[in-house]
C-alpha cells in the first residue's frame, strides 16, 4: 500500500542551527501534504502545509518544499529554538482527495541551548 | 474555541471488558477521523466520518472495534472486548471542507489493556 518513509528519526541541532527533516511518498495522486509538530502528553498540531501546485511555501521561521518528480518533501527550520524540540510527522494524502492522510514515522527534534 | 474534545483523557481495563472512547468535534467541522497512535506502527488511521456518514472504515483492525457518530458534535470509537494489543493513544481529529485546511487533533485517549 501507500506509505511514506520519514529521515531521520532523531536530529540534534544547537540553538539558532538549521533543521531539516526529510520525507517521500509512494502515490502519484497525492496532492496534499501537511507537516504536523507534537509535543509530549499532546495531539499532533499543523505547523505547515503545502499543495501539488506549489514547489514551496515559508511561514516565518519555517519552509516546506515539494518536488513531485521525485516525490520527495521537506521541512526546513531556520533559527531553531528549545521550544522547537518535539516530534514532527510528514504526511501525505491518498487517493486524490485531502482527507485520508498516510503519516511518516516521525522526526524527534531535539534543540540544545 | 475549545478544540477537539476527547474523554477519557486515560482509560486502564481488564482485557475482555468493553472500552468506549469519546470525541467532541470542534463546531462547524464536517469531517471526523480516528487515529491510533503506537511506538511500533506510527499513527495509523482507522475510520473517518463526513457529515456523520462513515466514508472508509478499511483501517479497523478487527470487527472487535467500531465506531458511531451520532450527530455532528459527538463520535464513539467502541472495542468489544478489549486485548492488550489494543494498547494505544488514540486521537480524534476533525476538520472542515474534507481536509483541504488540515485536520485538528484532540489531546488523545492513553489505553492501557492489562
Known amino acids: 500500500g501507500e506509505n511514506v518513509e520519514q529521515h531521520p528519526s532523531t536530529l540534534s541541532v544547537q540553538e539558532g542551527d538549521s533543521a531539516v527533516i526529510k520525507c517521500t511518498y509512494s502515490?502519484?495522486?497525492?496532492?496534499?501534504f501537511p507537516w504536523y509538530k507534537q509535543e509530549l502528553g499532546k495531539g499532533p498540531q499543523l505547523i505547515i502545509d503545502?499543495?501539488?501546485?506549489?514547489g514551496e511555501k515559508k511561514d516565518q521561521r519555517i519552509a516546506v518544499t515539494l518536488n513531485k518528480t521525485a516525490k520527495h518533501f521537506s521541512l526546513h527550520i531556520t533559527e531553531t529554538q528549545p521550544e522547537d524540540s518535539a516530534v514532527y510527522f510528514c504526511?501525505?494524502?491518498?487517493?486524490?482527495?485531502?482527507?485520508?492522510?498516510?503519516f511518516g514515522t516521525g522526526t524527534r527534534l531535539l534543540v540544545s541551548p | 474555541d475549545a478544540g477537539v474534545i476527547q474523554s477519557p483523557r486515560h482509560e486502564v481495563t481488564e482485557m475482555g471488558q468493553e472500552v468506549t472512547l469519546r470525541c467532541k468535534p470542534i463546531?462547524?467541522?464536517?469531517?471526523l477521523f480516528w487515529y491510533r497512535q503506537t511506538m511500533m506502527r506510527g499513527l495509523e488511521l482507522l475510520i473517518y466520518?463526513?457529515?456523520?456518514?462513515?466514508?472508509?472504515d478499511s483501517g479497523m483492525p478487527e470487527d472487535r472495534f467500531s465506531a458511531k457518530m451520532p450527530n455532528a458534535s459527538f463520535s464513539t470509537l467502541k472495542i468489544q472486548p478489549s486485548e492488550p494489543r489494543d494498547s494505544a493513544v488514540y486521537f480524534c481529529?476533525?476538520?472542515?471542507?474534507?481536509?483541504?485546511?488540515?485536520?485538528?487533533f484532540g489531546s488523545g485517549t492513553r489505553l492501557t489493556v492489562v
Open positions: 463546531s462547524g467541522h464536517n469531517s
Open positions: 504526511a501525505a494524502s491518498i487517493g486524490g482527495g485531502f482527507q485520508k492522510l498516510v
Open positions: 503545502i499543495r501539488s501546485n506549489v
Open positions: 466520518f463526513n457529515n456523520n456518514v462513515p466514508i472508509d
Open positions: 502515490d502519484s495522486a497525492s496532492n496534499y
Open positions: 481529529a476533525s476538520s472542515f471542507r474534507q481536509g483541504a485546511n488540515g485536520y485538528t
